[in-house]
């Protein structure tokens, strides 16, 4: 919790540090996006409602019993916020509340999994959850550092990519294209080949990882 409010008060004096660049293209005419509403209602419903992760493995694993919990609970709220956050013309363009809600599952996230494996301890298995919810991890986390490269304290920057190489490790162990141990692995499943691919290269750009990158096309 105390880094997290160290990390609130890093937002208030580097948010205006932006380096120019984006992960997304800018939406020039936000009002006239017929997407854009939908989108900025979920932000608003995000900060009318913020939640409270457990940030250990052990709550984590009660607070969420089956990793398909987590997708629900994740996968759209880090790309929707962290898209919305970034747009330099949007209602949420550089909103701390939302950068906050974003922080707050960025850190969450990173205790969730045990050696990349959101599956670990939980029922109701299902590997795909991982690309599911650590692809938005990853493309999430790219977008913020793209754009504001200094908004991350250095200690809790650090936990967030060992995380992001847990998680691409694992996937390069049991789902990766050269692995033929795994049935249901790579071109099995065309959306899980696409969540692979959005994983491992943000993980790439992340981490500055020629493998990862390559493992990713």
């Not at 890093?10 to 540090?17: A, F, G, Y």
């Not at 009318?48 to 009660?62: I, M």
């Not at 970034?86 to 999994?113: M, P, R, V």
């Not at 899980?192 to 500055?208: N, Q, V």
Request: proline share 3%; glycine share 4%; charged share 20%.
């Amino acid at each position: 919790k105390a880094q997290l409010e160290d990390a609130e008060k890093h937002i208030n004096s580097d948010i205006s540090k932006d380096s120019g660049k984006r992960l997304f293209p800018q939406m020039i005419k936000v009002d006239s996006n017929p997407y854009i509403k939908g989108l900025e209602s979920q932000a608003a419903s995000y900060i009318a409602n913020p939640k409270v992760y457990e940030k250990s493995w052990e709550f984590g694993v009660q607070q969420f019993p089956y990793s398909k919990n987590l997708r629900s609970e994740f996968s759209n709220r880090l790309e929707t916020a962290s898209f919305l956050f970034t747009q330099n013309n949007g209602a949420y363009s550089k909103n701390e509340n939302l950068l906050k809600d974003i922080f707050n599952s960025l850190e969450a996230l990173c205790y969730y999994h045990k050696g990349g494996n959101l599956d670990e301890g939980r029922d109701n298995k299902d590997s795909n959850m991982n690309r599911f919810v650590y692809s938005s991890y990853n493309v999430a986390l790219l977008n913020i550092m793209t754009a504001y490269p200094d908004i991350i304290l250095p200690s809790v920057k650090q936990r967030w990519l060992n995380c992001v190489s847990d998680v691409a490790t694992y996937q390069i162990n049991t789902f990766n294209k050269y692995n033929t141990k795994n049935p249901h692995g790579a071109f099995y499943y065309a959306n899980m080949d696409s969540c692979y691919t959005a994983l491992m290269g943000a993980a790439g750009e992340i981490l500055d990882n020629d493998t990862y990158r390559e493992t990713a096309v």
